[in-house]
Nanobody, 124 residues
Framework: QVQLVESGGGLVQAGGSLRLSCAAS????????MGWFRQAPAKEREFVAA????????YYADSVKGRFTISRDNAKNTVYLQMNSLKPEDTAVYYC?????????????????WGQGTQVTVSS
């Protein structure tokens, strides 16, 4: 198991940008595939983006493709989510998740470790 702590959330106007960070504990961060999920009020948690353990492969939900970028720095045990051209419908609590292994999955059940979440609010 790895411990995850998200940061970087906040309030931003539509069209603005935010960068979320997720710091992981442990010495084996580079062996984990990492993902971002989000949960809006009264909605189920949904997949946003994922990045392979090496960082060479990424995958995005259609709703964020072209606007969000996931990246990682294995030397810093950190994964990032750069969010540009934000829309009010991006408002949600954003969660970082970790999965042992190299393959990318998009389901919640595929990830074994979760952060506490960080709130992102986009005003119109």
């Amino acid at each position: 198991q790895v411990q995850l702590v998200e940061s970087g959330g906040g309030l931003v106007q539509a069209g603005g940008s935010l960068r979320l960070s997720c710091a992981a504990s442990g010495r084996t961060f580079s062996s984990y595939t990492m993902g971002w999920f989000r949960q809006a009020p009264a909605k189920e948690r949904e997949f946003v983006a994922a990045i392979s353990s090496s960082g060479r492969s990424t995958y995005y939900a259609d709703s964020v493709k072209g606007r969000f970028t996931i990246s990682r720095d294995n030397a810093k045990n950190t994964v990032y989510l750069q969010m540009n051209s934000l829309k009010p419908e991006d408002t949600a609590v954003y969660y970082c998740a970790a999965r042992e292994g190299r393959s990318i999955v998009t389901t919640e059940t595929g990830f074994g470790s979760w952060g506490q979440g960080t709130q992102v609010t986009v005003s119109s």
